[in-house]
């Protein structure tokens, strides 16, 4: 038996569906609605720049876009942004074209921000993808340093493709100082061949969903992976508290 999530956001009205390909939805919805497009973490129906010229002074980081309103990449409805550059690339990556370390432009923080928080997209908090985003760990930091400042109680979560552990044995303090700042991790890479059953959020079934990664850290203990289901049994989506 295969589970199916309908998620139908309020404010657009757009209807996503998790556990159906291209062919079934049509097959369901042909007849209500206009034809599917597929999406997934990272791979969004439309990303946007970020405005901007390049960065020059001050702290800032290479990204691939942001876009908004999306319920694949974290709880609740998100404005993400897309890190370039990976040095893991991962067989079967749907985003390979963001491996490049010097893909993308880069962008000051501020207007990273900027771009994140237009008040045009209702969100429930934001997420940073990749790419990498550990691979630009000061300007992964500075940027949710600046969110926490400009909106103190948002959700953010951040997708990395090396798990927890490895991140606390780095010594880059702006790694640890990202941590500290994150509300949720989804850490590990991607494995194509455990793909299936993923669930939401989550492209393998190896992936975990660690609440304030820093504070786990700082525990020791033995970190368990979780799904998006367990996760939120565990937890108050956001909007609702």
């Known amino acids: 038996m295969r589970e199916l999530h309908f998620i139908l956001d309020e404010v657009t009205g757009d209807l996503t569906v ?31 720049p970020v405005p901007g010229a390049e960065a020059v002074d001050g702290p800032g980081a290479r990204v691939f876009g942001v876009w908004h309103g999306s319920v694949a990449e974290g709880p609740g409805r998100r404005s993400v942004v897309g ?12 985003v390979p074209h963001t491996w490049p370390l010097d893909s993308g432009s880069r962008r000051a923080v501020a207007a990273i921000a900027d771009a994140l928080l237009d008040p045009a997209h209702p969100r429930d908090g934001v997420s940073v993808v990749g790419g990498e985003p550990f691979a630009q760990p000061e300007g992964l930091a500075a940027l949710l340093a600046e969110l926490r400042r400009r909106e103190p109680g948002l959700h953010l979560t951040a997708y990395s493709g090396y798990t927890l552990e490895g991140l606390g044995r780095r010594r ?36 975990r969903l660690i609440p304030n990664p820093g504070r786990a850290l700082a525990t020791g203990r033995p970190i368990p992976c979780l799904s998006a289901s367990a996760w939120l049994a565990g937890h108050v989506p956001p909007g609702d508290g």
Request: charged content about 20%.
């Open 83 to 94: 890190f370039s550059g990976c040095p893991i690339r991962c067989a079967g990556c749907l």
């Open 18 to 48: 998790e556990g159906l390909s291209d062919d079934e939805a049509q097959s369901l919805t042909g007849d209500l609605l206009p034809p599917p497009r597929a999406i997934n973490c990272a791979l969004p129906a439309a990303v946007s």
């Open 172 to 207: 880059e303090p702006a790694v640890r100082a990202a941590l500290d700042l994150l509300d949720l991790l989804i850490d590990g890479p991607f494995v194509r061949h455990l793909h299936h059953g993923a669930g939401e959020w989550r492209g393998s079934t190896n992936q």
